[in-house]
């Protein structure tokens, strides 16, 4: 923990987070320290819970976090500091200061270091990063619970008592941070769980922007993998329980069966550390359990994502399936799929059913018109195979159009699932499962066809 200073600008780090002094912050929580001379000191933080899945717009949220801010920023620089929230204000981004001649200096509490305490937290980043999206349904609301955690974590450590181990610990603290950000949030669900048939796909598409939709997550089922030291039960539910149509499945589920279900069926906690953990008694954990199981039953939860196809197997799928996408060959698309098989894509509303009625949405929706308007990269998504499609435009340039997360059904040896999910942002949230802006700029392993070759 320190300060330096330069002559406009000053920084404060407190275990990786930066108070910047003369640098405010878009939704950041802002103070002045009230001595001479002295700048104006801003607190950059991420987007707190309380805003999670509300308005940008909305105060409370701002308020709620400024109380927080306030006491860190007591703590952290010694002296009294008044906290008032603000919206987002561009003119206050590059605001001057005025520099002062010495550099300002803090010293350090007593207790453990942020070297010790990023050394013995760190390793389980991606972890409760998994588990804070198996909560929320969303990787950006997972990003930003995450660092709330780690925060709480922070203030807490040298109070930590090490009855459990860090790992539990982290997710105790993950767990509650969850169930906060849940209370003023909505659910978040796919097209085929708001409810109704299949849509007809002739009918027009219409889009709902208002829907918190669900989020697929960037990166493998390894990357979220518990280390050797743990459970082998807890290593097997870790890994299956992050794909997405059991994701989708806990988004019915209330805030407190769903988090019961993840503590004691994925992470194979006992009745009583969850009851310990969420405020309750080990019979209402018994009984949340009950229900929430008891509720998945109704929905279309664990039906494919145990399913598996030896790699051989997998490997022609998958190239079948992206030939028949970048020859535009919609007649081979439809032979991908079963009768069952689903495709949807939010934020459109609609949900379609079957191998016919998903060719017959591509034909008469999808720009693509010939072969080569259409390249697939691959990537992971929620530990299964995706691809990010790139469309070539009017000017004959492929730019990021849709990620497609696919479930196989391997007793088919088909496309059981497609999720196409569309994005304001497409460009930075194929940067997020590692594909580039364009699909020339893509490594020569993932290049299996001419097609990829820019005009």
């Known amino acids: 923990m320190y300060v330096t200073s330069g002559m406009r600008l000053f920084s404060l780090h407190v275990m990786g987070i930066k108070l910047a002094i003369g640098a405010p912050h878009p939704q950041a929580c802002t103070g002045t320290r009230h001595a001479p001379e002295t700048p104006t000191l801003t607190c950059i933080y991420r987007r707190p819970p309380a805003m999670i ?67 013995a937290t760190e390793p389980f980043r991606r972890e409760i990063l998994a588990h804070c999206y198996r909560m929320m349904g969303s990787h950006h609301d997972a990003e930003d619970l995450t660092q709330e955690t780690y925060l709480r974590a922070w203030r807490g450590y040298a109070k930590f008592d090490r ?30 769980g708001l409810g109704g048939d299949a849509y007809d796909p002739t009918d027009t598409l219409a889009q709902d922007h208002e829907v918190p939709w669900l989020e697929p997550f960037a990166g493998t089922v390894d990357e979220i993998t518990p280390g050797d030291d743990a459970d082998p039960a807890y290593v097997v539910g870790a ?88 020859h535009y060959d919609v007649d081979a698309i439809v032979d991908m799929f079963t009768d069952s098989s689903i495709w949807e894509m939010p934020p459109f509303t609609g949900w379609y059913l079957g191998g016919d009625a998903i060719g017959t949405l591509i034909r008469g929706n999808c720009p693509a018109e010939k072969a080569g308007d259409q390249i697939l990269l691959p990537t992971i998504a929620n530990g299964a195979p995706a691809f990010g499609l790139y469309m070539r435009g009017p000017d004959g340039v492929h730019r990021p159009f849709q990620l497609q997360v696919l479930e196989i059904d391997p007793e088919a040896r088909g496309v059981a699932h497609v999720v196409a999910f569309f994005s304001d942002t497409p460009e930075l949230d194929f940067a997020r499962f590692g594909l580039p802006a364009t699909p020339y700029d893509a490594p020569a392993a993932s290049i299996p066809s001419p097609l990829h070759q820019p005009d």
């Open 239 to 326: 890994r299956e329980s992050i794909r997405l149509a059991f994701i989708a499945a806990l988004q019915h589920l209330p805030e407190r069966q769903r988090a019961v279900l993840i503590l004691r069926d994925v992470l194979q906690w006992r009745a009583a550390e969850v009851a310990e953990t969420i405020g309750v008694t080990t019979a209402a954990v018994n009984s949340l359990l009950q229900r929430a199981r008891e509720q998945l039953k109704n929905v279309r939860a664990e039906e494919h994502w145990k399913s598996t196809l030896d790699d051989d197997a997998k490997r022609e799928l998958l190239a079948k399936y992206v030939s028949a996408f970048e």
């Open 53 to 119: 899945g509300r308005p940008a717009t909305h105060r409370r949220g701002f308020d709620a976090r400024c109380t927080k801010v306030t006491k860190a920023c007591r703590r952290v620089v010694g002296l009294p500091i008044a906290c008032k929230c603000l919206p987002v204000r561009r003119s206050l981004v590059g605001m001057s200061v005025t520099p002062t001649t010495t550099p300002p200096t803090t010293t350090l509490p007593s207790g453990p270091t942020d070297a010790e305490f990023l050394a």
């Open 163 to 192: 009855r459990a181990s860090v790992r539990t610990w982290l997710h105790k603290i993950a767990t509650n941070t969850c169930l906060t950000a849940l209370g003023s949030s909505q659910r978040r669900l796919l097209p085929s």
